[in-house]
């Protein structure tokens, strides 16, 4: 048995010390919000924050998680999904089939924690998630537009 901490919940979970934290969160816990892509740790749709870092559930084993460390899924994020990352993505329409979406905006969260007002260059060294589709354009202006605070003429 372990002890995770979860969106602010406590919680028991039974798994071998080398499951991966993606399928912990996704099959023990039944927060699905969290996408497995790649299982490699490549793609970036199991991004999470663990300790307000992000990282790829799908390679990180039970095991490497300490005790009283906070884990945080897209679930947990915001109340009301009103993060502002979230909130800048609904106004500028950032996803097109939003399977990685989870993964980007947890990413983009965690950027934002660390470095409030990003450059360019940063956003795009610091965003490797993969999106099939290619919103990157998007991804951008809607990391962007969070770091304003949500003030922009659309919408």
């Not at 969160?25 to 969290?34: K, M, P, V, Y």
């Not at 965003?127 to 962007?144: D, H």
Request: net charge neutral; glycine share 12%.
């Amino acid at each position: 048995m372990a002890r995770l901490t979860v969106n602010g919940v406590v919680r028991e979970v039974d798994a071998e010390p080398d499951t991966p934290l993606l399928w912990v969160i996704r099959e023990q816990i039944g927060l699905t919000g969290t996408k497995y892509g790649c299982g490699i740790a490549q793609c970036g749709a199991c991004t999470v924050h663990v300790d307000g870092v992000a990282v790829r559930a799908c390679s990180l084993p039970l095991s490497a998680i300490e005790p009283g460390q906070k884990i945080v899924t897209i679930e947990g994020l915001a109340p009301g999904a009103d993060h502002p990352v979230q909130r800048a993505w609904a106004q500028l329409d950032v996803p097109q089939c939003g399977f990685c979406q989870p993964g980007m905006i947890m990413a983009s969260a965690a950027l934002l924690a660390q470095t409030p007002n990003p450059s360019e260059q940063q956003i795009r060294a610091e965003i490797t998630n993969i999106c099939r589709c290619g919103t990157y354009n998007r991804v951008l202006a809607g990391i962007k537009l969070a770091a304003e605070g949500g003030r922009s003429g659309r919408g």
